[in-house]
């Protein structure tokens, strides 16, 4: 089983010219410090909207939205956000009940979302977690779930008797998903579409850990980084880091080789970076390895896990006994956002 974490890091990055519209949400039941729900909204990573069960109030975070919305838009978000409080409170109990459990922290998630590249090509997901890991997807090619344990397998059940809910889901996800999308980079058009080059670092925690390139402060989003060892391609004992937003809406990228002391003295390495048509390389020597760890102004990967998800829900007809509600954003308040 994938655990979700991974996923939601790793899922939809890799694509050039590639613009996105996510949303995430989560609900949390038992003893924390943190909102029972919480929404959250990303345009090409960066978050423009937010909603928690505290403040009760979905709100901008970015200026392209809070000047290009008014009021109705909000408050058509905040009621929807509200009922979909109430939906999360019922699948994360229904949930407990399947996996027996009564007392600890748990949580349920919800990821969905499209991408447009520049030739037109669309893409559509939704994905469900439960406690950090896969619980149902949806194939939108045969329009059924995918049950990622015996748990979901009966909401998995549920869902495909009909094919209705996941036929709503396609629907939003290539059609009302992608209008929104492009609406929302033409409002934020200055900041989703500008170039910015990146700044490449060297460093590590000590003479003998591994060597980490970072790349920082890039947009769009695209960007290459690979390693050389004495001018030529070296691939062994390479790690690739996920691509994760800076809170000024640009990138960071990390990418890290595992190389002896002795080796670094005999051999020249260097870490290439290829953004936008430029190419940064930065060779490796003792005076570009500072001891210390990298501290990245990214957008928290944990918060990114629990803080999920915007757009809105509406429940489907109520149904006989207790069973996970499907949150549809293809309905009603979701088709403003």
Partial sequence: MRPLLLLLLGAHLAYAGTHSLKYFYTAVSGDIDFPEFTAV????????????SNTKEAVPKTEWIR??????????????????HQTFKNNIQVAKERFNQSTGVHTNTVMYGCELDDDGTKRGYELHGYDGEDFLSLDISTLTWTAANDKAMITKVKWDSTGAYAMQEKAY????????????????????????????????KSSSSQVTCHATGFHPKAVTISWQRNGQEHHE???????????????????????????????????????????????????????GIIVGAVAGILVLLAVIGVVVFKLMQKKKGTDFKPVNPSDDVSNDS
């Avoid at 290009?68 to 009922?83: H, V």
């Fill in 237 to 291: 004992d390479v790690d690739l880091g996920e691509l994760l937003p800076n809170e000024d809406g640009t990138y960071q990228r990390m990418s890290t080789i595992r190389v002896t002391p002795d080796e670094l003295k005999k051999n020249q390495y260097s870490c290439v970076v290829e953004h936008q048509g430029e190419t940064f390389t930065k060779i490796v020597t003792d005076d570009s390895l500072p001891i």
């Fill in 67 to 84: 000047q290009n919305e008014g009021a109705d838009y909000w408050n058509t978000n905040t009621q929807g956000l509200i009922g979909a």
């Fill in 173 to 204: 996800l290539e059609n009302t998903c992608i209008e929104w999308l492009q609406k929302y980079v033409v409002y934020g058009k200055d900041t989703l579409e500008r170039k910015v080059s990146p700044q490449v670092f060297l460093q590590q």
């Fill in 41 to 52: 909204g990303l345009v090409d990573e960066g978050q423009f909207i937010y909603f928690d």
